[in-house]
């Protein structure tokens, strides 16, 4: 695909963030941190809760943040936002943001102001992301070995891998298998009753939905070491 120089200026401002992010290895001052931790959480409710998780793709988040960017395609703002959302999550995770899946976990029911049944397929799939990049940012050898070796960052990375085993493994566990074997049912129903669909496109969601938990859950299998909590449900 050949990108426009307009593209090109939009798509180097979203990493300018991700630069940031991704070698910060000191605490955020609280003001600091409320106001991102603020902005992320409102676009994540704007677009992901309430919206149609950039279907026409406004980039608003980057407005925040950087600069005057208006739009880009669907698929690499979404990227760019989860690993944006990751970086920041290794950045506080430890220190300031320890709540930070129980809050995206209430994200995932949908609310009143919704119309959506089940899991809110949106959040259900930057959740799915946000984890595939955790796993890969502090346990894939092959993007540490592409790196040059931090103390920091490995000690960072190390605690980071601790405090989810710790406090979240078994929560993230439980809403991966849930959500999978939610979607796997209703792709079963889909595949058997085609007019049972809500809307045209129901069956591509619910599948793409059960790929994507089968890929986190063999990725934070082994990153998180929750095989004991696996084996339990």
Not at 52 to 66: G, N, Q, R
Not at 126 to 147: C, M, N, P, W
Not at 183 to 189: F, G, K, T
Request: hydrophobic share 40%; net charge negative.
């Amino acid at each position: 695909m050949i990108l426009c120089d307009s593209t090109r200026v939009q798509l180097s401002l979203l990493t300018l963030p991700n630069c940031y992010f991704n070698f910060r290895f000191e605490r955020f001052d609280d003001e600091s941190f409320q106001t991102i931790q603020q902005a992320l959480v409102n676009y994540i409710r704007s677009e992901y809760v309430l919206g149609s998780a950039e279907a026409e793709a406004p980039c608003k988040l980057c407005v925040f943040l950087i600069a005057n960017v208006t739009h880009i395609s669907v698929a690499v703002i979404r990227n760019k936002f989860s690993h944006t959302l990751t970086l920041f999550f290794l950045c506080t995770y430890n220190e300031q943001w320890p709540t930070f899946f129980s809050d995206l976990f209430t994200l995932i029911r949908p609310t009143e102001q919704t119309t959506q049944n089940g899991f809110n397929r949106h959040i259900s799939l930057l959740f799915f992301h946000i984890v595939l990049e955790i796993s890969g940012e502090v346990a894939d050898q092959i993007i540490k070995s592409a790196r040059n070796f931090s103390t920091q960052r490995h000690v960072r990375d190390a605690r980071v891998r601790d405090g989810v085993r710790d406090r979240d493994a078994a929560k993230i566990n439980e809403a991966v298998l849930t959500i999978v074997a939610e979607n796997a049912e209703r792709m079963s129903e889909l595949r058997k009753n085609s007019s049972a669909a809500t809307d045209s496109r129901e069956l591509d969601h619910v599948i793409e939905l059960v790929d994507w938990g089968v890929r986190t859950f063999g990725s934070y299998v082994g990153t998180f070491h929750v095989l004991c909590v696996i084996l339990k449900v």
